[in-house]
């Protein structure tokens, strides 16, 4: 069995953006069905990022905690 898993962020509007939510994650499994994958679910990562330091101080950034979203396939 082998596993696929894909960033999935959908790229939304103010207007109807569940619908296109649900319309590009549609996308996303029919092309990954294409290529013999099934669609298990979604998955949030959450990860650190580390601060930069900058240069002498000047310019640097903290650390932050993301999540990124991700679709799991499988194909037997």
Do not use: H, W, Y
């Not at 900058?54 to 991700?70: D, H, N, Q, R």
């Amino acid at each position: 069995m082998e596993f696929k898993v894909v960033p999935f962020n959908a790229n939304l509007k103010r207007d109807d953006a569940s619908q296109e939510a649900v319309n590009q994650l549609q996308k996303l499994i029919n092309q990954e069905l294409a290529n013999g994958f099934e669609f298990i679910r979604l998955e949030n990562i959450e990860t650190a990022v580390a601060p930069t330091k900058g240069c002498l101080g000047f310019g640097a950034k903290p650390g932050f905690v993301t999540s990124v979203a991700v679709a799991v396939f499988r194909k037997n």
